[in-house]
């Protein structure tokens, strides 16, 4: 079974910056995509970033430019900084390594 753990999630003012983690208890570099997503309160669960095998990153528009997934397989983690955080980042962030592996999630918030 393999375990999933997120952390650095927090409650910040709008422009702030976090840096979200997740590691895994097996190596990383087993699972091609590494992926962050995101769920506010009454929507359904969306992909933030995307990192490939090859280190290819992908982002969902609403934070292009502002948030950065990085992976360290040697670590066995992959990452998320996020900058200039808006209210409208905030909700619980998964992480999600080979499509089928799950964290808990960590809580995001952003006020005004």
């Known amino acids: 079974q393999v375990h999933i753990v997120e952390s650095g999630g927090g409650s910040v003012q709008a422009g702030a910056s976090l840096r979200l983690s997740c590691s895994a208890s097996?190596?990383?570099?087993?699972?091609?995509?590494m992926a962050w997503y995101r769920q506010a309160p009454g929507k359904e669960r969306e992909l933030v970033a995307r990192?490939?095998?090859?280190?290819?990153?992908t982002y969902a528009d609403a934070v292009k430019g502002r948030f950065t997934i990085y992976r360290d397989d040697a670590a066995k983690r992959v990452y998320l900084q996020m900058n200039s955080l808006k209210p409208e980042d905030t909700g619980v962030y998964f992480c999600?390594?080979?499509?089928?592996?799950w964290g808990q999630g960590t809580q995001v918030t952003v006020s005004q």
């Open positions: 990192a490939s095998g090859s280190g290819e990153a």
């Open positions: 999600n390594m080979g499509t089928v592996h």
């Open positions: 097996i190596g990383t570099n087993r699972f091609n995509a």
